[in-house]
Structure formats: structure tokens, C-alpha cells
């Protein structure tokens, strides 16, 4: 095997993976991700960086969400090829909220809302009508893309949607070890610069006195609704009216738009969406909190 491709199969851990951490044994290693606050915070975990990596940290803003990507790449790559699969990401962040924003009238969603245009027209429009669906399935029809006013709307997986497309565009370029972040969801992979799985500390969406739970992965992803503090902006599709029985639900899993979709059907579904993280299943509920 050759040297570059040794340095491939090093970093790469394709076995998803979450560790829950006890608190009290974490001791003093500091977390690379905090989730959970009104926005994501990175730390700056000690340990440098291996010598055949190069760490990346960037920032893009698009007219909807702010993404933060931390790139541990493989140093075969140069500088760069990191540039380019880091600008490659990034254009399918902007893409997506270009193409598909429910709120652009000239988007295809909004096409697709007034039937000018049907999903077999764009193959990834299909993709995301298809998950749509099966969403509405597992859910019991909490999650309902179509039971939003005004019509097809999948702005409750969108997002994550968008980034598990982004970090497929950095897997394709030879990228394995990275972590997406926006608001309070991410996306890891691999390890981080320290050489080990990422350090995530999920803090309670509305109560910052609780200790925060401490996760170890290599792979998975944590989708959360209602940690903006905005009310209203889920609605129940039984009734049409915005959904109360939630402030917050927090969802952990391998996908990041099903735990999207998952945390935005359990914010209106209540206590009883819990019955759908049974045991065996791939996701699981943090949080699913209401204050009283």
C-alpha cells in the first residue's frame, strides 16, 4: 500500500459511533464542540495537531442558517486540494439555499408548491421529497412536509439535509475527519485535530445550569428544535395551529436530516413522540423539555 493511501485509512473510522462520557471522568480535557447555547461554540481542545494533518476552521453565512466547518484533513492532499474541497462544500451550502429555499419564490420548492415543475425533474429534488415521506412514516405523520400552510415545505430537515450533502462533498475529495455545525445541529466524522474521536458537550437547551452531557464520536450527527426561543415556528399537522406541547427536542443519530426531522416532529408531538426511539433503534432522544 502506498504512503498516501496508508494516511487514508488511518483517519478513517466508518463505523458510526457514539461514546456517552460519565461527567465526573472527563476531568480536565476541554471539549472541541459545545452545543446547545443560543449558538455553537468552538473550543480550542489541546493536544495540536498530528503532523501528517492540516487543521481548518471556516465560517459561511448564507441568507438562512451560519455554518461553521473544522476540517482535520490529510496532508497529501495540499494546501490546495484542502482549499478546493473546503470551497467545493461551501458552494453546496450556498447551492442549497439557493435551489431550495421554501422562502425564494423562484426556488424549487416554491415551483414545486405551484406546480410548475414535478420532483422527477431534479434528482435531488426526489431525494429530499423521498425523505420527506418517509419522515411523515416514521413519525406517524408528526413530521408532514405538506401539512404546512402555504404547501411542501421541508424546512424542519432541510438544513441538516444541506449539510450531510456538504460533508459528502468533503468525503468525496478525500476529507474523512471533519465536524458541520449550524445552530444547534452538527455533523462529525473521523477524529479530530487531537488525533481522538470529537469532544461534544451537548448543554440543556434552556436551563445552562444543568451539566452538560459529554459525548465521544466518530460518526453521527445531533439535530435540535426550539432552541432559537421562537415560538410558533413548528405547527402541528393535525391541527394547522403552532405547535406548544415542546420549548426543545434534541435528537441524536447517523443522519443529521432525520434527527432534524425526528427533533421537529417530537417538539410537536410531545412526550409521545418518545415512543419512537425504542430500543435498537438508531436514533435517540437528548432532550425533550418544557418548561412549566
Same mark, same amino acid.
Given at each position: 500500500m502506498r504512503t498516501d493511501e496508508q494516511l487514508r485509512h488511518q483517519w478513517v473510522d466508518e463505523q458510526? &459511533?457514539? %461514546?456517552? *462520557?460519565?461527567?465526573?471522568?472527563?476531568?480536565? &480535557? &476541554?471539549?472541541d464542540l459545545r452545543l446547545g447555547t443560543r449558538s455553537h461554540r468552538l473550543d480550542r481542545a489541546g493536544g495540536g495537531t498530528a503532523a501528517d494533518r492540516v487543521a481548518v476552521q471556516h465560517t459561511v453565512r448564507t441568507s438562512t442558517a451560519e455554518y461553521s466547518l473544522l476540517l482535520n484533513a490529510p496532508s497529501w492532499l495540499g494546501r490546495r486540494g484542502i482549499g478546493e474541497a473546503l470551497a467545493d462544500a461551501v458552494g453546496e451550502l450556498r447551492a442549497i439555499d439557493l435551489t431550495y429555499g421554501p422562502a425564494r419564490p423562484d426556488s424549487l420548492v416554491s415551483r414545486l408548491r &405551484?406546480?410548475?415543475?414535478? @420532483?422527477?425533474?431534479? @434528482? @435531488?429534488? *426526489?431525494?429530499? *421529497?423521498? %425523505?420527506? /415521506? /418517509?419522515m411523515r412514516a416514521a413519525t406517524d405523520g408528526w413530521f408532514d412536509a405538506w401539512a404546512v400552510p402555504g404547501g411542501f415545505d421541508p424546512g424542519g430537515l432541510l438544513g441538516g439535509w444541506a449539510v450531510e450533502r456538504a460533508a459528502a462533498r468533503l468525503r468525496a475529495a478525500g476529507i474523512h475527519d471533519y465536524a458541520v455545525l449550524t445552530g444547534a445541529d452538527l455533523v462529525v466524522r473521523g477524529h479530530a485535530a487531537h488525533g481522538g474521536p470529537w469532544r461534544v458537550a451537548v448543554h440543556h437547551p434552556t436551563d445552562p445550569r444543568r451539566a @452538560?452531557? *459529554?459525548?465521544?464520536?466518530?460518526a453521527g450527527a445531533v439535530g435540535t428544535s426550539g432552541v432559537t426561543g421562537r415560538r410558533g415556528h413548528v405547527v402541528d399537522p393535525h391541527t394547522g395551529e403552532p405547535a406548544d406541547q415542546l420549548d426543545t427536542a434534541t435528537v441524536i443519530g447517523p443522519d443529521l436530516a432525520v434527527a432534524d426531522a425526528y427533533a421537529t416532529a417530537l417538539y410537536a408531538a410531545g412526550p409521545a413522540g418518545l415512543a419512537w426511539f425504542r430500543a435498537g433503534s438508531d436514533y435517540r432522544a437528548l432532550f425533550a423539555h418544557r418548561e412549566r
Open positions: 458510526p &459511533r457514539t %461514546r456517552w *462520557v460519565d461527567q465526573s471522568t472527563f476531568g480536565s &480535557r &476541554r471539549p &405551484r406546480g410548475e415543475i414535478s @420532483p422527477e425533474s431534479y @434528482p @435531488p429534488l *426526489v431525494d429530499l *421529497v423521498d %425523505r420527506c /415521506a /418517509a @452538560p452531557l *459529554v459525548l465521544e464520536m466518530t
